[in-house]
């Protein structure tokens, strides 16, 4: 587009297209390539805009350079439009594509994250019982130590109260002319008799046999 046609095309061009910011870029062209000064510039500027047509969804790219003469005089600028809506498509697409990946994902790691936290509370639920659990064998284990030696202690002092109530019963038949002695014995041979009925509730105890008392 020479000078002389370029406020009628622009116009025109403009028209057509969901882009406002046209002739304002023509003019940052011209202007850099030095149009307004000597008409002569070595370095031009060149703008790119991505841009859609008023009708439809096409998108283009809009590339706008200095138009420079044989003798590098810049006498306009030239528009040139490259059709990319096929690009911007497959682009719109993989960023679709990525979007419902990344929500895929985010759904996988919550449903994974929810699974490890129902192991975890498994996990410890488990290792809490087994803590239970051994906790319940080492009372067990303190319980069955304390049965074997209050069995070995109540066998051992049976034997002795059996020597005591055979001799006390033997010295009662020898009293029974000394009523004060008689009774004496009596006392005697009730608290061992007693002190029998204990040993034996320990080796019960011992043995984990239950008690089974009766009215004597």
Same mark, same amino acid.
């Given at each position: ?39 002569? !510039? ?11 047509? $008023? ?13 420079? $003469? ?6 306009g600028v030239v528009i040139t439009f ?17 979007? $419902? ?9 919550? !449903?994974? $994250? ?58 009662? !038949? ?5 009523? !004060? ?18 040993t034996h509730r320990l080796m019960a ?12």
């Open positions: 587009l020479r000078d002389t046609d370029l406020g009628r095309v622009i116009t025109d061009i403009a028209g057509r297209l969901r882009y406002s910011g046209l002739a304002e870029d023509v003019a940052t062209v011209l202007k850099q390539a030095g149009l307004n000064k000597a008409g002569r !510039d070595q370095v031009g500027r060149i703008v790119e805009r991505e841009v859609q047509l $008023t009708e439809g969804d096409a998108t283009f790219l809009m590339r706008i350079q200095p138009y420079r $003469t044989f003798e590098r005089a810049v006498e490259v059709d990319i809506s096929a690009g911007k498509r497959l682009q719109a697409e993989a960023e679709r594509a990525l979007r $419902t990946l990344n929500v895929s994902l985010e759904r996988r790691v919550v !449903d994974r $994250t929810a699974d490890l936290q129902t192991v975890d509370r498994a996990l410890s639920q488990q290792i809490e019982e087994r803590q239970r659990a051994e906790e319940m064998l080492r009372q067990s284990q303190k319980m069955e130590a304390v049965g074997r030696l209050a069995g070995g202690i109540a066998h051992d002092f049976n034997n002795l109260l059996g020597v005591i109530i055979g001799n006390v019963e033997f010295l009662l !038949d020898g009293v029974r002319d000394r009523p !004060d002695l008689a009774e004496l014995g009596r006392d005697i041979l009730d608290s061992a008799l007693s002190g029998a009925e204990l105890f011992a043995r984990k046999q239950p008690l089974q008392p009766q009215v004597i």
